[in-house]
């Protein structure tokens, strides 16, 4: 029997440039249920200590297992840099990986040298046996929701039943130095990413969700949650919230409860969340106010394509009319949406890319607040559309480490290349955001010197709309280079997107 009560959960950079820093939310909800049950947890996380090698030597002495959360791309290889190091170190201690890759391709992930065992889907169950499992010499065949390793071959274990996240510990709020991940953003001055949910009941043909969490969906109650708030609050003077969710509209009931506990508690916050356009279109008038009243100013929605054909291929089951609607809906009560778009996918890429364009053009037209933010199709494992992308001449990648430049910001499928990326980015973040400037660019124009390049921008940009002439873009190859240099040297703050 070990004596040992360390465990260390490891979070890789997700991008090679590491510009997000939200809160790791999969090791809070995991830390969460080892720290209630008795476990001192360390966490690593690598966007924000990159030189974190010392730190590892220092707490693997104790530790009783390492592990690694994991999507799919780049963080698979910050995770298997980690996870050779600590076999380096230590060849005895397992090496764990979680995450949604590792959940929808166990076998591949442990066909690595350096991990042992995959936490298969909702993990925050199986992280409390795992440990009392190996420290009681039990034996990884009594705990459920795994796959291991054994004598050479892979052993999966019975499927754990996914649960009411209600079920599940509070949040332990010392296992990170929130003050790392709290943010300016147009919410507030102190913004931090949450959670409140699980999994989405839908099946869009793109999405992994329903291959990791079976198409199951759970939420926190309001009370729960509101607790939540209450101290992220009080706490820790938080003024703004972005609830990073599958699904957060799935219980329109529940969605009103919270509103309501914002309400009465008092509490002044700006805070945004997802939603689907089919249910803000079935909003009641309710909801909205309430939605407004409780200071909800923002919605990422998944409108994807103006293309009726792709609609129907990922099984959105909403036409581009609807998105048009949600739009509407949206911009009479003040609440900015931010639409997320794919462009790409296996079908006929470029009627896709022109009728998606003409989408975003109408909205912006008439609702210039709202905003686009575009990305590639890109075949993740376990999603249904896989099967069409490989007939389509998509090559997979069957190791794991091959699958780290897998990204929705890159060219992975063989039938677009990077023109047609580019011409994406170049309409959306550019184009039609300067040719349909909304309130908050507007002020910009005014702005000094600042001001100038963006009112002469505007100018080019809405000729360039006006008669689609999107030959010889040379100011657009100029606002790449520049915002390059911005990120990579962190200058220039003053200069914002175009939104």
Same mark, same amino acid.
């Given at each position: 029997?070990?004596?040992?009560?360390?465990?260390?959960?490891?979070?890789?950079?997700?991008?090679?440039?590491?510009?997000?820093?939200?809160?790791?939310?999969?090791?809070?909800?995991?830390?969460?249920?080892?720290?209630?049950?008795?476990?001192?947890?360390?966490?690593?996380?690598?966007?924000?200590?990159?030189?974190?090698?010392?730190?590892?030597?220092?707490? +693997? &002495?104790? #530790? /009783?297992?390492? @592990?690694?959360?994991?999507?799919?791309?780049?963080? !698979? *290889?910050?995770?298997?840099?980690?996870?050779?190091?600590?076999?380096?170190?230590?060849?005895?201690?397992?090496?764990?990986?979680?995450?949604?890759?590792?959940?929808?391709?166990?076998?591949?992930?442990?066909?690595?040298?350096?991990?042992?065992?995959?936490?298969?889907?909702?993990?925050?169950?199986?992280?409390?046996? +795992? &440990?009392? #499992? /190996?420290?009681? @010499?039990?034996?990884?065949?009594?705990?459920?929701? !795994? *796959?291991?390793?054994?004598?050479?071959?892979?052993?999966?274990?019975?499927?754990?039943?996914?649960?009411?996240?209600?079920?599940?510990?509070?949040?332990?709020?010392?296992?990170?130095?929130?003050?790392?991940?709290?943010?300016?953003?147009?919410?507030?001055?102190?913004?931090?990413?949450?959670?409140?949910?699980?999994?989405? &009941?839908? #099946?869009?043909?793109?999405?992994?969700?329903?291959?990791?969490?079976?198409?199951?969906?759970?939420?926190?109650?309001?009370?729960?949650?509101?607790?939540?708030?209450?101290?992220?609050?009080?706490?820790?003077?938080?003024?703004?919230?972005?609830?990073?969710?599958?699904?957060?509209?799935?219980?329109?009931?529940?969605?009103?409860?919270?509103?309501?506990?914002?309400?009465?508690?008092?509490?002044?916050?700006?805070?945004?969340?997802?939603?689907?356009?089919?249910?803000?279109?079935?909003?009641?008038?309710?909801?909205?106010?309430?939605?407004?009243?409780?200071?909800?100013?923002?919605?990422?929605?998944?409108?994807?394509?103006?293309?009726?054909?792709?609609?129907?291929?990922?099984?959105?089951?909403?036409?581009?009319?609807?998105?048009?609607?949600?739009?509407?809906?949206?911009?009479?009560?003040?609440?900015?949406?931010?639409?997320?778009?794919?462009?790409?996918?296996?079908?006929?890429?470029?009627?896709?890319?022109?009728?998606?364009?003409?989408?975003?053009?109408?909205?912006?037209?008439?609702?210039?607040?709202?905003?686009?933010?575009?990305?590639?199709?890109?075949?993740?494992?376990?999603?249904?559309?896989?099967?069409?992308?490989?007939?389509?001449?998509?090559?997979?990648?069957?190791?794991?480490?091959?699958?780290?430049?897998?990204?929705?910001?890159?060219?992975?499928?063989?039938?677009?290349?990077?023109?047609?990326?580019?011409?994406?980015?170049?309409?959306?973040?550019?184009?039609?955001?300067?040719?349909?400037?909304?309130?908050?660019?507007?002020?910009?124009?005014?702005?000094?010197?600042?001001?100038?390049?963006?009112?002469?921008?505007?100018?080019?940009?809405?000729?360039?709309?006006?008669?689609?002439?999107?030959?010889?873009?040379?100011?657009?190859?100029?606002?790449?280079?520049?915002?390059?240099?911005?990120?990579?040297?962190?200058?220039?703050?003053?200069?914002?997107?175009?939104?």
């Amino acid at each position: 029997m070990s004596r040992k009560h360390t465990i260390i959960l490891f979070y890789p950079k997700t991008e090679r440039d590491n510009i997000n820093k939200n809160i790791p939310l999969p090791l809070l909800k995991i830390g969460s249920e080892l720290k209630n049950a008795g476990y001192k947890v360390v966490i690593i996380d690598e966007r924000m200590e990159e030189n974190y090698i010392d730190g590892l030597k220092q707490a +693997l &002495p104790e #530790a /009783l297992f390492f @592990g690694v959360s994991s999507m799919t791309g780049y963080q !698979i *290889a910050g995770g298997l840099r980690a996870s050779s190091l600590v076999k380096k170190i230590n060849g005895e201690l397992p090496v764990v990986w979680g995450g949604w890759h590792p959940s929808i391709l166990p076998e591949e992930t442990l066909a690595n040298e350096n991990i042992d065992i995959v936490v298969i889907g909702q993990g925050e169950a199986t992280i409390k046996e +795992l &440990p009392y #499992a /190996l420290s009681h @010499g039990l034996g990884l065949e009594s705990v459920d929701g !795994i *796959a291991y390793k054994r004598q050479g071959r892979v052993v999966r274990n019975d499927q754990r039943q996914f649960r009411d996240i209600n079920e599940f510990g509070p949040a332990a709020f010392d296992l990170f130095d929130f003050e790392k991940y709290i943010f300016t953003t147009p919410l507030g001055g102190r913004t931090i990413f949450w959670n409140s949910s699980q999994g989405c &009941p839908y #099946a869009c043909g793109f999405c992994s969700t329903p291959e990791v969490y079976k198409r199951r969906w759970s939420g926190l109650s309001a009370d729960n949650l509101s607790a939540q708030i209450n101290t992220l609050v009080k706490r820790y003077k938080i003024d703004g919230i972005t609830f990073a969710e599958d699904n957060f509209f799935v219980d329109l009931k529940r969605a009103e409860d919270i509103c309501r506990k914002i309400i009465d508690s008092g509490i002044r916050i700006k805070w945004a969340t997802d939603a689907r356009v089919d249910q803000i279109n079935r909003f009641p008038e309710s909801l909205i106010s309430l939605l407004e009243e409780s200071g909800c100013a923002k919605l990422y929605i998944g409108a994807e394509t103006g293309d009726e054909d792709v609609l129907d291929l990922i099984d959105k089951k909403i036409r581009p009319g609807d998105i048009v609607k949600a739009a509407e809906i949206l911009d009479k009560h003040r609440i900015v949406s931010e639409f997320f778009m794919i462009a790409g996918f296996p079908l006929d890429p470029e009627k896709d890319l022109q009728r998606s364009l003409k989408l975003i053009k109408d909205i912006k037209s008439r609702f210039p607040d709202h905003q686009f933010t575009p990305f590639l199709y890109t075949p993740y494992p376990g999603t249904p559309l896989l099967d069409l992308s490989i007939k389509k001449g998509l090559r997979v990648p069957e190791k794991l480490e091959d699958w780290q430049d897998w990204s929705i910001l890159t060219v992975n499928t063989p039938w677009v290349n990077n023109a047609y990326l580019d011409k994406i980015n170049m309409c959306v973040k550019y184009l039609y955001p300067l040719a349909f400037p909304s309130k908050s660019l507007e002020r910009r124009f005014s702005n000094g010197y600042k001001g100038f390049f963006y009112r002469m921008l505007r100018r080019i940009a809405a000729l360039r709309v006006k008669y689609d002439f999107f030959i010889m873009p040379l100011e657009w190859a100029a606002i790449k280079m520049f915002y390059r240099l911005k990120t990579r040297f962190n200058i220039f703050a003053g200069f914002d997107s175009f939104r």
